[in-house]
């Protein structure tokens, strides 16, 4: 993989790689699940280590471009893995971040966070405020910002900023910018304008329980930041730089929530746009690909302008400590490794030695799942 991401980068057609980042959130079960202990752990800032229930004497090492441990905060998440590409976005040019991950990870805590603990969205907002403050006192360019939040529920996009509003449709113009005409984008002047909209909005989100997470996401909520600047001496240029900031819909294994019918229905257009973002993220990483399947789905199709290209762009993998999220880790971490090895030694467990066998349990309980990486 190290081979091919450097023909990316030497190729001809430039297109930007996607960073991957992983945060591993701190254990949040119950006193049982932290008997069991962690099933995966950080062994320094690019690489961690998961059991493998193949085989208990080894554990899967991974490197990604960062790896973010438990203890991370939400500033140094924010520091690392996004502010360093807003100022791109206030050059007219397009990023942009999403956070992936099975239900309970922690997406929408690194995206949104809380009032405590403010995410990834919070900051950004304020931080592009800050260096459009900075920028118009440079001179030269006047700039407005505008917002837009949607989401792609079952491959329809909805306007969370006009609520009751059908699935509009996803256009190109001639000079390949993406656009949803009919989209609310409002004007936003400060971070407390923003808040204004933005909050109401969020609740408009569609959520509906399963049985594995009662506050379970089904739909990807997709927050844009267009920033246009106009020079104020003739002739007057103008540019737009957008930044999308998107908590994905959870990527578990649908099997395993129990889902029927209109949910079984959700799941399959949930696993159609992230398996579709997968293969877009791979064959950008690989920069072997002809063609990159933005088209195939309504996410990756929004997403053409603002990934891969002259694009910045990061994905925050979330990942859970405990067991019982074992095969959804498992599958996240193939899905954003940017290399594996296995290596020959046990996952020594740090609390009580549970049997690793349970994991092996989980796993026939589940059928095939893991086949990502067979
Ligand atoms: P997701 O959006 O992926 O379903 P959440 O963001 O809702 O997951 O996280 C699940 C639970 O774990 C929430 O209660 C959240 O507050 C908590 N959590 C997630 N990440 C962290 C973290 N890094 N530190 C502390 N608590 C976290
Ligand atoms: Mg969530």
């Keep these: 993989m190290a081979q091919r991401v450097a023909l990316a980068e030497g190729g001809n057609k430039k297109t930007s790689r996607v960073r991957v980042a992983v945060r591993l959130r701190p254990c949040v079960g119950n006193s049982h699940e932290k008997d069991e202990g962690p099933c995966v752990r950080g062994l ?27 203890q991370t905060t939400q500033q140094e998440v924010f520091r690392s893995s996004v502010k360093p590409i807003l100022q791109h976005v206030l050059n007219g040019q397009n990023a942009s971040v999403f956070a992936y991950g099975p239900t309970g990870a922690g997406k929408t805590h690194t995206m949104l966070g809380s009032q405590e603990q403010p995410g990834v969205i919070p900051r950004a907002v304020r931080e592009v405020f800050n260096l459009v403050k900075a920028k118009e006192e440079e001179g030269g360019w006047d700039y407005s910002i505008g917002m837009s939040y ?30 949803i005409p009919g989209l609310t984008l409002t004007t936003i002047s400060s971070f407390a304008d923003f808040d204004k909209h933005f909050i109401p909005a969020s609740l408009n989100r569609t959520t509906a329980s399963t049985k594995l997470n009662q506050r379970s996401s089904r739909s990807h909520a997709v927050l844009l930041l267009k920033v246009v600047r106009t020079q104020r001496d003739l002739p007057h240029r103008q540019q737009t730089g957008k930044l999308y900031l998107v908590d994905l819909a959870g990527s578990e294994d649908n099997r395993r929530t129990g889902n029927q019918g209109i949910r079984l229905k959700e799941s399959g257009a949930i696993n159609l746009s992230l398996f579709t973002l997968s293969k877009v993220v791979d064959s950008l990483n690989s920069g072997t690909a002809v063609r990159v399947p933005y088209r ?12 891969g290209g002259s694009a910045h762009s990061v994905m925050i993998t979330n990942i859970s400590p405990e067991y019982e999220y074992y095969f959804d ?46």
């Design 44 to 70: 320094d800032s690019q690489n961690l280590e998961i059991v493998n229930w193949r085989n208990a004497t080894e554990t899967v090492k991974y490197q990604f471009d960062v790896f973010h441990a438990e």
């Design 296 to 307: 195939d789905s309504k996410l990756t199709r929004l997403l053409q302008d603002s990934l």
């Design 329 to 374: 880790t498992f599958n996240a971490l193939n899905f954003a490794a940017k290399s594996k090895l296995i290596v020959n030694k046990p996952f020594t467990r740090e609390t009580v030695a549970a049997p690793v066998l349970s994991v092996k349990r989980t796993r026939e309980d589940h059928g095939v799942r893991g086949s990502v990486t067979e």
């Design 150 to 179: 949607l989401e792609i529920y079952n491959e329809k996009v909805l306007d969370l900023l006009s609520p009751g509003s059908q699935d509009l449709p996803i256009r190109e113009d001639k000079d390949k910018n993406i656009l």
